[in-house]
């Protein structure tokens, strides 16, 4: 029962979606007040309502564990904890793209509840756009992968969920994603309803920036945590593998960067119009293409659990219709969009370009590099990707791209010249050249993980200069949330850095009662002993850690054996200190009786994902201050138009 | 800038950047992309020792060995028409590595024909084969689909 509410609810929205695509596009006709183009608003709510409801109930069927619906009994287990249960929900193909079109809708509510500073029909061309998005999902669901289908005979068992997954940064990291990537949906709808209404403004800027913002936030949250889970759950030590998923995530994140800095020129500064149309549609294109990716199959992945071949075709049909059709527009109209305020090239908004232009060829290098495996196999020659073209390539856009971000900030708007902050530059140079010396001669450091600790430091100096000669406390909150976001970018650079340049490992064979070591800690294997857990079974080594001689600490790498479906894991143990983490694997036994231990001593590592929390806090902060700003500005404006309406009645 | 033409100039000079970008995208993966091999391919034509290749196939059963240090193993990957690659490598087996299923080992040949592998990846979940794998064998995939699908219709 509570499934086939499920279903009818998504029927119901996706009616709606139509009845809201139809009223945004007469509106463009006929004008904001014909009678159907009124309807937009409500159908947006309305639709955002019954696919939270559709949603709810696939939560419900999950959290009872109704085997009678196939999607259950091929993805959940009775004997699983409630929470992978719930997670379980998403975990897969037809629940995650149900939880796409839920966010999507929800998001378009929003807007249609809140929007209210661009014209109506500029509003409406826009929820136009963001229902003609979601039509064509509605249907990917409906037709092609239906949640909610019951089984004729309800299954006795559940086949359980990859143990991988049964982990709780998966109950979080999709979600994050995807609410990152549904986010720039809204940007896109955005843009798309400028260019159809030629309404190219600031106060356009202003309406999407928060949901740039939001979406940004959300990207990067995602990407840290995804980027934390491989690095523990996979056991390999690594926590960045260039892989296409992750590559998938990273490109629609840098997009929406790009497109963050150019919307805030467009808002402050008029300038950039056609620019930051393009990197909206460009942004959302990127989370599609994400979504392919990642559902499709069509790239062999670390991450792809979920994938099903057939069904790539499908959204490959979408992405073509959206991504083209888009671009097509953009063609069309962007010729017509006049030309916005000009500025110099020694300004705030010239660094911003140059910003945008590096992370557009990062995102470039990116995606070539991301897709060249397909085009090659389209002649039938079969090659992987890997970190050898990835970071060196990159490296020779990411570099400008964060000296420009040291110096940038400290400019002014429209016109300023490079004297006025000679000083300045002069000190971040010193900075930079005498961190490069300093580490170079201290340690043998190859060259990338070199610049990077040098600019990590230099930039970590550099995003404070802002507020110089500022009072702390009145500075804007959005200031705020930019240094922090650009003091993020420089922890976790140095904690890449540092993890590339400074890690040791140590791979041994240890019987009981052995000692090794790894970097400054001394490693005892006490004994390898079995345990068990709800749907596992394990050998658990106890081994006793010292670090550089000091009081050991016990740690339990273990070898899990899942029974729900049959599979071996490996439980890494990470034991964090301040200045970095021990990361210890058990393996096989060989024939002689030993065990294989893998071990890593990474110092800093853990600033990477602190570097990525501190850049979403950032992307937090600024959101907080540019909402409450726009409903100061709002409440002015009420207040303004009240006092008018008094003094002409007065007269 | 002065010039009436800024925007002509703004959208040059990111296109220049932009084609740059490509082109050196372009010329470093005809370099440094690593080629896939299959077991059959490798010893038709086996690339050069020390290359930086990929080598996907079936874990022959009953070839996994663990060497006398403890850390090394040593096993034999299979393909098509009895082809057949030894590979040694050094370190802990990826979680769903097993015999008789789908691995691609990240490496290089060595001067004595053995492949030095320093990653492993196996295939992911019970219902999936690495891509570069789909079409080595339908038999074999079959099979393995077969096996692993019970339970549902």
New interface residues.
Partial sequence: MIAEIGLAALWLAAALAALQLVGGLVAQRAGADAEIARLTRPAAILQGGLVAVSFASLLWVFAITDLSV?LV??NSHTAKPMIFKLSGAWGNHEGSMLLWVTVMALAGALIAAVERRLPEKTMQATLAAQSFVALGFYGFLLLASNPFER?AQP?AEG?GL?P?LQDIGLAFHPPTLYIGYVGLSVAFSFALGALLTKQVTPDFARAMRPWILGAWVFLTLGITAGSYWAYYEL??GGYWFWDPVENASLMPWLAATALLHSASVLASRDALRV?TIMLGVVAFSMSMLGTFLVRS????S?H??A?DPERGSFILFLLAIYIGGALLLFALRAGSIS?GE????ASREGAL?VN???L???L??VL??TL??LL?EAFD??????P??FN??SA??VFPMLAIMAVGPLLRWRRDSWGRISKEVALLVALLLAALVLFGLLAEVAILPLLGLAFAITLGVASFLPLRGRSLRRAPLSLWGMVLAHFGLAVALLGMASESAFSTEK???LGEGDVTSVGPWEVTLEAVEPVAGPNWTALSGRMQVSYSGGEPVEINPQSRNFWA?A????ESVLLTRWNGQLYA????Q???G???V?LWWKPLVTLIWYGGMLIALGGILALIGRVRSDLRRRSAKRKGAARRLEMETVK | MKAKHQRLVLVVLALIALVGAGLLAAYALRNQASYFYLPEQMQADPPQVGQAVRLGGMVAPGTVEMQADGITVTFTVTGREDSAVPVRFAGILPDLFQEGSGVVAEGRLAADGTFEADKLLAKHDENYVPRELQDMDEHQAAEMARETTIGIE
Avoid: C
Avoid at chain 1, 585 to 588: A, E, L, P, Q
């Fill in positions: 196939k009994a091929a089984l299954a086949l990859n991988l056991g390999w620019w199959g069509v790239l062999t670390v792809a659990f994938v030309e000009r500025f110099s090239v370009v945008n232009v590096m557009s060829a990062i470039a290098v070539l590099g060249y495996p090659t020659v079969r090659v992987s990707v890997g050898p073209y060196p390539v020779i856009f791979l041994a064979a479906p599979q071996q894991t490996a694997v058990i393996g096989t060989a024939p002689d030993r065990w294989q893998r």
